[in-house]
């Protein structure tokens, strides 16, 4: 399979948004090797797509035991070589997600956070939250004119998965 994205977003200047640029092209067989370049091309320097590649990271694998580790960690520890085929249901679970990456071309967002000239009111308001699988946060910039247009856009967000070395407070 083939997987171009380009290099990471693009910027639409009629539409004044950032954009991403997908195409697929079907292997028959998937290997660790394709799986981790597939991923590696996920590049994303405003962190907008976290949560899709968070999706191959963990939510891809709901049938093993625990969703403690990512699907690329359980893929890991699988201590394939590179060029091995996938096991069945890992084959599966990839293929599921790998097909759908061609929707990534949807997602439109917005570059401009301050889209009304007479601003009178901008707050800006974090959320993060986090499970034994992931962690994550967003930055939202609220902005609100003298005659009530309302707009609330993404600054920035981040997200990471849990690292499979398990570290406590007292380590």
């Not at 290099?7 to 799986?35: A, E, L, M, P, W």
């Not at 625990?66 to 690329?72: H, R, V």
């Not at 601003?119 to 962690?135: N, P, R």
């Amino acid at each position: 399979m083939k997987l171009s994205i380009g290099q990471g977003n693009h910027h639409n200047c009629s539409g004044d948004c950032f954009f991403y640029k997908v195409s697929i092209t079907s292997y028959v067989v998937h290997t660790k090797r394709t799986v981790f370049s597939t991923i590696a091309k996920l590049f994303d320097p405003l962190r907008l797509l976290g949560p899709v590649i968070f999706l191959v990271k963990n939510k891809l694998f709901k049938n093993l035991q625990k969703l403690l580790q990512t699907f690329l960690q359980k893929l890991w520890l699988l201590n394939l070589q590179w060029d091995n085929q996938l096991p069945p249901e890992f084959h599966r679970a990839w293929n599921n997600f790998y097909n759908k990456l061609e929707f990534i071309s949807n997602i439109k967002v917005n570059r401009c956070i301050l889209p009304y000239p007479d601003v009178e009111m901008i707050q800006l308001h974090g959320f993060c939250d986090a499970s034994e699988a992931a962690f994550g946060a967003v930055l939202n910039c609220k902005s609100q004119t003298s005659a009530g247009d309302l707009a609330i856009k993404i600054v920035a967000s981040k997200s990471r998965v849990t690292p499979l070395k398990k570290i406590t407070v007292l380590d």
